[in-house]
């Protein structure tokens, strides 16, 4: 585990806040459910809960635009306000016994407001962490609060119906949510600056897709959490079947199942803390989805109530894996810009997903059979693995060499200020240029258009025919050129067969002058090279363009 996500207090409130929001989902889901349940029995349970569903699937790409339009903490902070407080409006209308159907509509508000918040925090995240194993970390830390909300918000939403009523539930995830928005409020980080949003909103969506088609490797995790979330759609119908028909244990097992998830996922966000530093995350999350399906497939061949139990907890162990893995890649292969839209796009497949799932589910069991059904859907999962194992071993290449790329850039002072998203992008774009010993890597005069990091080997520095410095792997230059518009002030020669890292002015500028912290570094190594290069440079700096 990274140690600067509990030294940071951005982070920890950052953290805490997606804890409290979880909770408040959590206990507002069970207080929802009693309300229709009295009102209706199960098929008014169903009929709210699908609802509350499709406006969040429907509008998850669309809302999520606003995160990536706007500052990100900003929204998250409606987002979690607006949800509170519809949610404890619920409570004196029930108190005062007034129409369900208005908690109902105050619940699909809540619901809608609450779109925007897990792709608007997870296109926040990798803005207040600045290494791929801190962004790891902190999904490990996020994965451990989602589980512990799965426990806490119910079991508190029980305590409060037996010692009160269904109202207090209410009141209590309300209160969560309003402390989700209050912790959000004035984190202290810099937003990359980004080209002002297009009028159009649809278009920003659609650059959104584009991006999920354009990154290489998106395309592959997006697959992979769509198959999760359609087993997790199945699996919410085949508890039930496995409870009362296969183990025959009654209704009351259909919640121990689901515990045995809760605990499982508990146990696998402690063992994701070893996934930090791993460079086969992909590889991870194909083998996450296998166990959602392989345990299903066990129940199947297996009916055994211990068997059920242990196949239930692997289950949980699955999907805390998948959040680690598939929240880490997508963050660090999509450019800040269309992050968050991304992030609203696999929502919105996601909750499709677990509703066409939770359709073919009953399906399949009059087709097949409940045990057969059951280990059909099982071995998707394994079946999609294996043809797909050679792909993600691809793509975890892919960013093990960018990881390798991240650590060079990291050498330069300049850079290492940036956030994990930015340098990620800095690293992807990034072209390597081999220099033969002897050779000019640019001569003085020549008109500067990138910026260069020394990956192996050494160069001269030199004015004229006299040596300023000599640099080798891990530092950089070329930047006096593109801060200042100008021609290059020195010749840089490779002393041995050299390797660097070019790096163009248009993602070079932007992303150094958009930081503070990089821009006082940037203008600070500035300073210190052109003291060895009196006269040769006089405009001020920063530049009044980038």
Same mark, same amino acid.
């Given at each position: ?45 169903? *009929?709210?809960?699908? &609802?509350? =569903?499709?406006? #969040?699937?429907?509008?998850? %790409? +669309?809302?999520? /635009?606003?995160?990536?339009? !706007? ?107 309003? *402390?989700?928005?209050? &912790?959000? =409020?004035?984190? #202290?980080?810099?937003?990359? %600056? +980004?080209?002002? /949003?297009?009028?159009?909103? !649809? ?344």
């Amino acid at each position: 585990m990274h140690g600067r996500v509990f030294r940071d207090a951005s982070l920890v409130r950052a953290l805490l806040s997606f804890g409290g929001a979880y909770t408040a989902e959590w206990a507002f889901t069970v207080a929802i459910s009693l309300v229709a349940f009295a009102d209706g029995g199960a098929v008014a349970v169903g *009929l709210v809960g699908t &609802l509350r =569903l499709l406006p #969040s699937a429907v509008l998850a %790409p +669309v809302v999520a /635009a606003y995160a990536d339009r !706007l500052p990100r903490e900003k929204v998250l902070f409606a987002s979690s306000a607006v949800r509170g407080l519809a949610t404890v409006l619920c409570a004196p209308i029930l108190i005062s016994g007034g129409p369900t159907w208005v908690v109902y509509g105050l619940a699909i508000i809540s619901t809608i407001a609450f779109t925007p918040y897990r792709a608007g925090h997870s296109a926040l995240m990798p803005l207040l962490c600045r290494e791929p194993e801190e962004l790891t970390s902190i999904n490990v830390v996020r994965g451990l609060l989602d589980s512990l909300s799965v426990v806490i918000g119910p079991f508190v939403a029980a305590i409060l119906v037996t010692v009160s009523d269904v109202a207090s539930v209410f009141v209590f995830a309300g209160a969560c949510g309003i *402390l989700s928005a209050v &912790l959000i =409020l004035n984190l #202290s980080y810099e937003r990359i %600056p +980004v080209a002002p /949003a297009r009028p159009r909103l !649809l278009g920003e969506v659609v650059e959104g897709l584009k991006a999920v088609r354009d990154n290489p490797g998106v395309p592959t995790s997006f697959a992979f959490v769509i198959l999760q979330t359609f087993l997790r759609g199945a699996f919410t119908v085949y508890v039930v079947v496995v409870a009362i028909d296969l183990l025959g244990r009654g209704e009351s097992e259909v919640g121990v199942l689901q515990g045995a998830v809760g605990v499982g996922a508990l146990a696998g966000s402690a063992l994701c803390t070893l996934l930090v530093g791993s460079r086969a995350m992909t590889r991870w999350l194909s083998i996450a989805v296998v166990l959602w399906g392989a345990p299903m497939a066990v129940m199947g061949i297996a009916p055994e109530y211990v068997v059920a139990l242990v196949a239930a907890a692997v289950i949980g162990i699955g999907n805390a894996m998948v959040d680690v893995t598939a929240f880490t890649l997508i963050a660090r292969m999509v450019p800040d810009a269309v992050l968050a839209r991304v992030f609203g796009a696999l929502e919105a497949l996601g909750a499709l997903a677990v509703g066409l799932g939770s359709l073919i589910a009953p399906l399949l069991v009059a087709l097949f059979g409940d045990r057969a059904a059951l280990i059909v859907v099982g071995l998707v999962a394994p079946v999609a693995c294996v043809l797909t194992w050679f792909r993600a071993t691809k793509v975890d290449r892919s960013i093990s060499v960018r990881t390798d790329v991240i650590k060079v850039l990291r050498g330069v002072s300049m850079l290492r200020p940036l956030p994990v998203n930015a340098i990620e992008q800095l690293a992807q774009r990034a072209d390597h240029m081999d220099v033969a010993t002897g050779e000019a890597v640019f001569e003085a005069g020549e008109i500067g258009d990138s910026f260069y990091v020394v990956e192996s080997g050494a160069v001269d520095i030199l004015d004229g025919q006299r040596l300023v410095r000599t640099m080798g792997p891990g530092e950089g230059f070329g930047e006096i050129a593109l801060l200042g518009h100008t021609t290059r002030t020195m010749t840089v020669r490779a002393t041995e067969d050299t390797r660097l890292l070019g790096i163009s002015a248009s993602d070079f500028l932007p992303a150094v002058t958009g930081i503070s912290e990089a821009r006082a570094a940037a203008e600070k190594t500035r300073s210190e090279h052109l003291e060895h290069a009196p006269g040769r440079f006089t405009e001020e700096w920063p530049p009044g363009q980038v």
